[in-house]
């Protein structure tokens, strides 16, 4: 227990972690740190660090807030960390979890072209493992030059469930995510230049989720990139500067747009998942699509049989037949609508039953009146008129198929009139 400590030093101000020993079981609470590199893990992590929490704490000046470092030949499980509720003013940097220590040093000016240069280690002996980590209530201000944070582990190792839940954090450089699966950002507010990216993304899996619509962040990562990033908007606005970064998927899009800013190109493995209710769920193009891998859907609050809006494009479509995977359970068909310029929608219909079913008939103002069961509708109305009895001059009632329930006249005049209900 480190509790109601004023801390300004040369170096760390908290320093955790062995070559040897297990550090666990640790609280930091009420404390105000100063002058020094911040609340650090690190950088020999190969003991093991598990279950810290740093609570109602206040940075200041310091040149790095919250720190975790490692390196490949001193890496160990860090993991079970929660930093909730802290106020960092003027720090240099103000969250850092990244695994090349010794080889880059602090990490305040990795692109995703950096990360992407690394040799990946096959058979690591003492790699970082970064999990289960969670920061939660922190409001930070960098100082000019530095980034809001960044996750930076090793494409053999990448750091996993990862969460900032209610941060706002405020920088002149983007926040990083390199090599993490499971990262969240729950209501984020991340507060950088109007001319910076919000998040770069090299080999990494985000989502951002917001309790209630909002949000406008923009996204960038390598022109050219053969690594899988993922990305889901829950209620959230997102933009997309190069395209190249999900073209192979997954997206999920649940309440949310993506926009991307010139061409999209879904490869035959993309992965692309819309939650369909009321709130739209659209990835809008601002020039070219290719429209290709396997479309799965989710029912969210509102689905229903309808029309919904899944792609916008500005200029051609290049079809690939993408595939329909899941789809929400019910009796409905799907299919692919691109007749509307400039969309691809989705039609979704109730499934047409085949079992044979009776005519119900009612009478009102010299009208006879005709209904079937609502999953009939597709199936068409026959009538003839004849006064020696059934015939084979069948004819089909226009737009029966459309619908289930049509009046007639009723005239005296034709005798004998026969009606059947047919699939199709």
């Known amino acids: ?24 079981d640790i609280v930091i609470t009420n404390c105000t740190f100063g002058d020094g590199h911040g609340v650090s893990i690190g950088s020999f992590t190969s003991g093991g660090v598990s279950n810290m929490t740093v609570i109602n704490c206040t940075f200041n000046r310091t040149d790095n807030g919250i720190r975790i470092k490692s390196d490949n030949d ?41 990360a992407a240069s690394q040799t990946v280690v096959p058979y690591p002996t003492n790699n970082p493992v970064y999990r289960n980590i969670t920061f939660s209530n922190i409001v930070a201000t960098a100082i000019s030059g530095f980034p809001a944070g960044i996750i930076w582990a090793r494409p053999e190792m990448p750091a996993t469930n990862i969460s900032f839940i209610r941060c706002n954090l405020s920088a002149s450089k983007s926040f990083d995510v390199y090599s993490a699966r499971g990262v969240r950002f729950v209501d984020p507010q991340i507060s950088v230049p109007g001319t910076v990216t919000s998040f770069l993304l090299y080999n990494s899996q985000v989502m951002v ?17 053969s690594t899988v990033n993922g990305l889901t908007l829950i209620n959230a606005e997102a933009s997309l500067k190069n395209t190249n970064v999900f073209d192979g998927g997954p997206l999920a899009l649940s309440g949310s747009t993506l926009t991307v800013s010139n061409n999209l190109n879904l490869s035959a493995l993309a992965q ?20 290709g891998g396997t479309v799965n859907l989710t029912a969210g609050p509102g689905f229903t049989n309808g029309l919904y809006t899944l792609f916008t494009y500005g200029n051609g479509l290049n079809w690939a037949s993408p595939t329909l995977g899941t789809t929400p359970a019910g009796n409905y068909t799907y299919s692919f609508d691109t007749n509307s310029p400039g969309q691809v929608r989705l039609s979704v219909q109730p499934s047409v039953s085949l079992t044979p079913v009776s005519l119900n008939f009612q009478t009102a103002a010299n009208q006879l009146g005709l209904s079937w069961p609502a999953d009939h509708i597709g ?20 737009g029966s198929e459309l619908t289930n329930q049509i009046f007639l006249p009723i005239d005296p005049a034709q005798r004998s009139v026969f009606l059947r209900l047919a699939y199709p």
């Open 1 to 24: 227990m480190i509790r109601n400590c004023n801390i300004s030093v040369g170096d760390d101000n908290v320093d955790v972690g062995s070559s040897a020993s297990a550090s666990a």
């Open 74 to 114: 001193r890496g160990g499980i860090v993991q079970n960390l929660s930093y909730l509720n802290i106020g960092m003013t003027n720090v240099h940097f103000p969250i850092q979890i990244y695994s090349y220590y010794n080889s880059v040093g602090t990490p305040s000016s990795i692109t995703p072209a950096t």
């Open 209 to 225: 989720t917001n309790s209630t619509p909002g949000g406008n962040f923009t996204i960038d990562g390598l022109a050219t990139n």
């Open 272 to 291: 692309v998942n819309f939650t369909l209710g009321t709130n739209p769920a659209t990835v809008t193009v601002r020039s070219n699509l290719v429209l």
């Open 379 to 398: 199936w068409r109305l026959f009538v003839q008129t004849n006064s020696n009895g059934l015939g084979t001059n069948w004819q089909v009632m226009s």
